[in-house]
């Protein structure tokens, strides 16, 4: 069993959340990817305005009907800050995963902070990373104990992001094809993000 943790906030969940995921499962053969909500992200915890509950029914139904998605409440369940160490443990033993198959996906823009994370050695060991490369990224600012014990994924670049897509539903511009119609649904009916 080859596995994927994909963590973030999902607030809301987007296209190119889904792409990235899609494209990285078939391109690394995963079985699953496990999409992992934080219930407080250290690094993004100004940028969050949903409650959990609502990024939980969004991501639910952004992922619905996709054999290869799940979703681990693990840190919402948890509670407070949600380091990927702490995760990255719990899914290795509950799941019985080797570090083998058990890969952590992270977007290059957050590998200049990587280093300043929760015990990021240990990520490294626990654990298989993969970064998906994001544009303006340049490998020659990430130390040498790091770029060692990385991979990087053959996926396609999206410039697209949940801050854009809030902001665009507050000046009352279209986040058509940014999210899925359910998605959509979801933050009009919830009036979302105004």
Wanted: proline residues 6%.
């Amino acid at each position: 069993m080859k596995k994927c943790i994909f963590g973030g906030t999902f607030d809301p969940p987007h296209i190119g959340h889904l792409l990235i995921a899609q494209t990285i499962c078939e391109e690394e053969n995963f079985d699953k990817i496990i999409f992992v909500p934080a219930y407080q992200n250290p690094h993004k915890a100004k940028g969050v305005t949903s409650s959990v509950e609502h990024r939980i029914k969004m991501l639910e139904s952004a992922v619905a009907g996709n054999p290869h998605f799940e979703i681990s409440d693990v840190e919402i369940k948890r509670g407070g800050i949600s380091y990927s160490i702490d995760t990255i443990r719990y899914l290795k033993e509950k799941q019985q995963l080797s570090r083998d198959e058990l890969y952590f996906l992270i977007g290059s823009d957050i590998l200049r902070t990587f280093p300043k994370w929760h015990e990021p050695e240990a990520i490294l060991d626990e654990s298989r990373v993969i970064i998906a490369v994001r544009p303006g990224f340049n490998p020659s600012s990430v130390p040498n104990w790091i770029l060692s014990k990385i991979q990087f994924a053959s996926i396609p670049r999206f410039e697209l992001s949940s801050t854009k897509i809030r902001k665009r539903w507050r000046e009352n511009k279209t986040i058509r094809y940014m999210v899925t119609q359910p998605v959509w649904e979801f933050i009009n009916d919830n009036s979302l993000y105004l």
